[in-house]
T-cell receptor, first 111, second 112 residues
């Protein structure tokens, strides 16, 4: 079974802090994605990566950056967390641009 | 550009009754279509997908969906729901080389 793990299920940070969300997949997938999920808005793509060190902006990249130094790991970085970044963050991976496999999510609260 | 519309944000249904969750999409190219399910406090998992071939697609847990190109729809159906089907369901579309676009989700509430 494909497994996508995220470093934390719940995270509480203060405004202005730098926040790292880690995602690891164990199936050698080329593509990895970061989404945020908010009630009534569904999933919105923040960034995705189709290869090591490659990244592309999604629909809502402002306030976020990413890093992919190894194929299995994709990190989302909030340089200076703000309260409007309180959300559920979902990581996913896929072999082709087809079915995606999701991690359990990180619920981030910024106070 | 592509888009997905899930018209119903919440669908309450009694246990053992049939259910249909609606999904309409728009795209200027041929599409792949997906339904994902999210149980409480979990990530999404794939229910079923349409890539090509038969327009009636069967998925896990007794769900099925029908691709209707003329109506640009991909509605999800189950003939008899169970309490354990209570979850949020997301329709998604991928056209050509574009990334996947997700709908806003439909919360299915199964009433005992």
């Amino acid at each position: 079974d494909v497994k996508v793990t995220q470093s934390s299920r719940y995270l509480v940070k203060r405004t202005g802090e730098k926040v790292f969300l880690e995602c690891v997949q164990d199936m050698d997938h080329e593509n990895m994605f970061w989404y945020r999920q908010d009630p009534g808005l569904g999933l919105r793509l923040i960034y995705f990566s189709y290869d090591v060190k490659m990244k592309e902006k999604g629909d809502i990249p402002e306030g976020y950056s990413v890093s992919r130094e190894k194929k299995e790991r994709f990190s989302l970085i909030l340089e200076s967390a703000s309260t409007n970044q309180t959300s559920m963050y979902l990581c996913a991976s896929s072999r082709s641009l087809d079915e995606q496999y999701f991690g359990p999510g990180t619920r981030l609260t910024v106070t | 550009a592509q888009s997905v519309t899930q018209l119903d944000s919440q669908v309450p249904v009694f246990e053992e009754a049939p259910v249909e969750l609606r999904c309409n999409y728009s795209s200027s190219v041929s599409v792949y279509l997906f339904w994902y399910v999210q149980y409480p406090n979990q990530g999404l998992q794939l229910l079923l997908k349409y890539l090509s071939g038969s327009t009636l697609v069967k998925g896990i847990n007794g769900f099925e969906a029908e691709f209707n190109k003329s109506q640009t729809s991909f509605h999800l159906r189950k003939p008899s729901v169970h309490i354990s089907d209570t979850a949020e369901y997301f329709c998604a579309v991928k056209g050509g080389y574009q990334k996947v676009t997700f709908g806003t989700g439909t919360k299915l509430q199964v009433i005992p």
